[in-house]
Each structure stands twice: as C-alpha cells, then as structure tokens.
C-alpha cells in the first residue's frame, strides 16, 4: 500500500535532497512492504533499511517523513512503529516539565 508521497523519484526540484536519495536506484515496492513486521515483508523492509543506512541523505528522509506523520513505507531508514516510536520518545524529551 503506498500513500500519495511516493519515494523521491516523482519530484522534480531545483537542488531537492531527495535527487541523491539511494532509493531512486531500487524499485519502490521495496520500500512498501505490505507488512514489515513478519514474512516476506520483514525481509523486503531489513532491505530498505540497508539502502537508507548508506543513504546520503537519510536524515532530511526522515525529516520529511515525521513531518508528514508518514503512515507507511520505510523512511530514513525507519519503519512506521519506528517512527511513531522516535515521535514519543521526542516528545518525553522535548515536555516542559510541570510546574
């Protein structure tokens, strides 16, 4: 299942992060396991996960992605329970402590 932001190989701008991304040399499925947690999905995903390690640009990947509350598909080298994981802990850190 994709979602309308497709992996960065349908944009066209002008010095765009996602032009140098490594995914736009793989095939998108890739990306989009129907479910990453077991299976053939848990293997195509490990795969992903591999591509953006080596990523040059996997932290504006990500950056991207948690702005957008990306529902699925690995992004910056992070599933979603990944992503939804890293958006609690921020928030923990990131609280006001109550006065």
Known sequence: MRTSYDTPTTHKRRDWWGDRAL???KDPATFF???WRRGIGELEA???KQVCARCP???PCLAGALERRE???IWGGLDPDER???VTSR???TQA???
């Open 71 to 73: 529902p699925v598909g």
């Open 46 to 48: 490990t795969v992903a």
């Open 23 to 25: 995914c736009r040399e």
């Open 33 to 35: 396991p129907d479910d």
């Open 91 to 93: 928030g923990r850190i």
């Open 57 to 59: 640009v996997i932290e």
């Open 84 to 86: 939804g994981a890293l």
């Open 97 to 99: 402590p109550a006065a």
